[in-house]
């Protein structure tokens, strides 16, 4: 399967949009832990993203664009509140995290 950076910037937002949306579900319902395994592939939606040439697109396309990144803002805010709210308890299962991340490091795991 081909990495992100081969797909088109249309199919990497909706890609980015739908990954951020389920995130928002997991953080709706407290599945934290099913929410932090699905960063880092959001982290690597979120870096191949890059500028948009809004005028190599038909208004269609930029409407339907625009459309796909307010929702894609809006999740993200969202989800912003809820992990803030939830600090502590995130604190802490990344905290778990490292530590496991570390000990599988030192023992080689």
């Known amino acids: 399967m081909a990495g992100p950076e081969a797909a088109s ?3 990497l937002l909706q890609a980015f949009n739908f990954l951020t949306r389920r995130m ?7 599945r934290w832990d099913e929410m932090l395994a699905q960063q880092p592939a959001w982290l690597a ?4 993203l890059g500028d948009i040439d809004w005028e190599s ?3 269609v396309e930029r409407e339907a664009l625009r459309a796909l990144l307010l929702d ?7 989800l912003t509140g809820l992990a803030e709210a939830w600090r502590p308890q995130l604190a802490t299962m990344l905290n778990g995290i490292h ?5 599988r490091s030192a023992y080689r795991l």
Do not use: K
């Open 9 to 11: 910037l249309p199919q």
């Open 24 to 30: 928002l579900e997991d953080a709706r319902g407290a």
């Open 45 to 48: 939606l979120q870096g191949a």
């Open 57 to 59: 697109y038909a208004e």
């Open 99 to 103: 530590n496991s991340s570390r000990l």
């Open 72 to 78: 894609t803002q809006a999740a993200i805010e969202e």
